[in-house]
């Protein structure tokens, strides 16, 4: 149990195009979905926490604007990077918590998706 | 400000030996710690750890929190080669629920 899926897995866009990742919890209903975005060799750094129905609440740095998250159903998030630099490129990671029972509390990770701007 | 730190950064062993990996917390209205293992994708959960001294097994690997000393630490036996990868130590604030990470153990176990 507790699913969570990404897509696409990996993209490659040029610099200027805008990206869309979606998250999905397959078998069970996620209230807040997290996305985060790693580098290399580097920790999970929490770019913003979306609750569905609401506007996503993003962490000091993150341009709200140029990462647009919506939250359109308890069971999908997106993630669109507006304008694509090749500095954006990274490894972005969704997590969702679940509405009931055991998967209130712990976040399950999605799969990634590997971003290059060329 | 909300921090967790691992050590050691990064451990190399053969297999066989038993390895024990440090998380310590100041997290704001903590609700619980939990363990990831990561390879080459997303993290993939471990345990949760809420209450003080109750230690969570799984196989080979179990985990423990102390609450007094906001510290917890993740043991593996028996390593095997398969247990190479980044382990992430996590706080989790509150009722919201975000995670606050650690830079990760890098565990490297050699044949």
């Known amino acids: 149990g507790a699913v969570v899926s990404q897509h696409p897995s990996r993209v490659i866009c040029k610099s200027g195009t805008s990206v869309k990742i979606e998250c999905r919890s397959l078998d069970f209903q996620a209230t807040t979905m997290f996305w985060y975005r790693q580098f290399p060799k580097q920790s999970l750094m929490l770019m913003a926490t979306s609750n569905e129905g609401s506007k996503a609440t993003y962490e000091q740095g993150v341009e709200k604007d140029k990462f647009l998250i919506n939250h359109a159903s308890l069971t999908l998030s997106t993630l669109t990077v507006t304008s694509a630099h090749p500095e954006d490129s990274s490894f972005y990671i969704c997590?969702?918590?679940?509405?009931?029972?055991?998967?209130?509390?712990?976040?399950?990770f999605g799969p990634g998706t590997r971003l290059t701007v060329l | 400000e909300d921090k967790v730190v691992q050590s050691p950064l990064s451990l190399v062993v053969h297999e066989g030996d038993t390895v024990t990996l440090n998380c310590s917390y100041e997290?704001?209205?903590?609700?619980?710690l939990l363990w990831y293992k990561q390879e080459k994708k997303a993290p993939t959960f471990l345990f949760m750890l809420?209450?003080?001294?109750i230690e969570k097994k799984s196989g080979r690997l179990s985990s423990i929190l102390d609450k007094k000393e906001l510290f917890s630490i993740l043991n593996i036996t028996a390593t095997q080669t398969g247990d190479s990868a980044i382990y992430l130590c996590?706080?989790?604030?509150?009722?919201?629920?975000?995670?606050?990470f650690g830079k990760g153990t890098k565990l490297s176990v050699k044949p």
């Open positions: 996590a706080g989790r604030l509150g009722s919201q629920g975000n995670l606050i």
């Open positions: 809420t209450s003080s001294g």
């Open positions: 997590s969702a918590r679940g509405l009931t029972g055991a998967s209130t509390d712990t976040q399950y």
């Open positions: 997290v704001t209205n903590f609700r619980s």
